[in-house]
């Protein structure tokens, strides 16, 4: 099967034998991905998790501004006023979560909204200095939910999850290894340098030990996953994206202004 991608660059047994390299091809926007990124990734990553030759995948961005800004804040809302999902009905982690090989998220900038919880859902998390991260769906009017948003309660624990989810705050590199958000900051001219490392070190170790051991995680955290499948904004917010909430957010942004939500119900 050949495989044509237009949003991402996908390398095979790039810069150390065995690593398979996604990155998001989307600079000018920030590598903010719309449903054919995702669908692509998702190819990409399917790909390598049934080539025998590759033992680790690596997710990051192109250029040195942004790791992913999350979903493309016009997509979004072309997806919402359709009645779709937060992430129009696609999985914003693209399949890594099913894949049983092992995933290094290399964080090259920002990491913000669907971005960032595509890098905590990896395996492992591996910044620059530079790189930044944020949740900002409350900000932009665009609801998450289920294990996308609850699983970060694993990897920070409760308050910390609950304090970048509700308020949007943007952290630091330092600031997210101390959270336990990352693995290992390293100045930017040394972040291929380390993302090798690691992949290194994970190639020299049983690939049978490796998927049992992913699977063994996966299963761990299953349950929250389950919840994923209720339809939080229809019980809550039944009328969230004909109301105006939803696209006070991304006009906001679009506009490069602070969203008013005065006028909505709390």
Same mark, same amino acid.
């Given at each position: 099967?050949?495989?044509?991608f237009?949003?991402i660059?996908?390398?095979?047994?790039?810069?150390?034998?065995?690593?398979?390299?996604?990155?998001?091809?989307?600079?000018?926007?920030?590598?903010?991905?719309?449903?054919?990124?995702?669908?692509?990734?998702?190819q990409?990553?399917?790909?390598?998790?049934?080539d025998?030759?590759?033992g680790?995948?690596?997710?990051?961005?192109?250029?040195?501004?942004?790791?992913?800004?999350?979903?493309?804040?016009?997509?979004?809302?072309?997806?919402?006023q359709?009645?779709?999902?937060?992430?129009?009905? @696609?999985?914003? =982690? /693209?399949?890594?979560?099913?894949?049983?090989k092992?995933v290094?998220?290399?964080v090259? #900038?920002?990491? +913000? $909204?669907?971005?960032?919880? @595509?890098?905590? =859902? /990896?395996?492992?998390?591996?910044?620059?200095?530079h790189?930044?991260?944020?949740?900002? #769906?409350?900000? +932009? $009017?665009?609801?998450?939910?289920?294990?996308?948003?609850?699983y970060?309660?694993?990897?920070?624990?409760?308050k910390?999850?609950r304090?970048?989810?509700m308020?949007?705050?943007r952290y630091?590199?330092?600031?997210?290894?101390?959270?336990?958000?990352?693995?290992?900051?390293?100045?930017?001219?040394?972040?291929?340098?380390?993302?090798?490392?690691w992949?290194q070190?994970?190639?020299?170790?049983?690939?049978?030990?490796l998927?049992?051991l992913?699977?063994?995680?996966?299963?761990?955290?299953?349950?929250?996953?389950?919840?994923?499948g209720?339809?939080?904004?229809?019980?809550?917010?039944p009328?969230?994206?004909?109301s105006?909430?939803a696209?006070?957010?991304?006009?906001?942004?679009?506009e490069?202004?602070?969203?008013?939500?005065?006028?909505?119900?709390?």
């Open positions: 099967m050949t495989l044509d237009k949003d660059l996908y390398q095979k047994h790039h810069r150390v034998q065995g690593a398979a390299w996604i990155t998001i091809n989307r600079p000018q926007v920030m590598n903010s991905f719309t449903g054919d990124t995702l669908r692509e990734m998702r990409a990553v399917q790909d390598a998790c049934a025998t030759s590759v680790v995948i690596v997710i990051t961005g192109a250029g040195e501004r942004a790791f992913c800004a999350g979903g493309d804040v016009k997509w979004l809302q072309a997806a919402q359709e009645g779709g999902s937060a992430s129009g009905g @696609m999985d914003p =982690h /693209a399949g890594v979560e099913e894949c049983l092992p290094i998220a290399r090259n #900038g920002y990491s +913000i $909204g669907g971005g960032n919880h @595509m890098a905590y =859902h /990896a395996d492992f998390t591996i910044a620059a200095e790189a930044q991260f944020s949740q900002v #769906g409350p900000r +932009i $009017g665009s609801p998450a939910s289920g294990h996308w948003v609850n970060l309660v694993h990897v920070v624990g409760a910390k999850a304090e970048m989810w308020l949007c705050r630091s590199a330092q600031e997210a290894l101390q959270m336990g958000l990352v693995n290992a900051v390293v100045p930017y001219d040394k972040l291929d340098e380390e993302v090798d490392k992949c070190e994970l190639m020299a170790k049983s690939p049978s030990c998927k049992i992913k699977a063994s995680f996966l299963a761990e955290y299953e349950p929250l996953r389950q919840t994923s209720r339809d939080w904004v229809g019980e809550i917010a009328d969230f994206f004909r105006g909430e696209d006070e957010g991304k006009n906001a942004f679009a490069r202004r602070e969203p008013d939500f005065s006028r909505f119900p709390r």
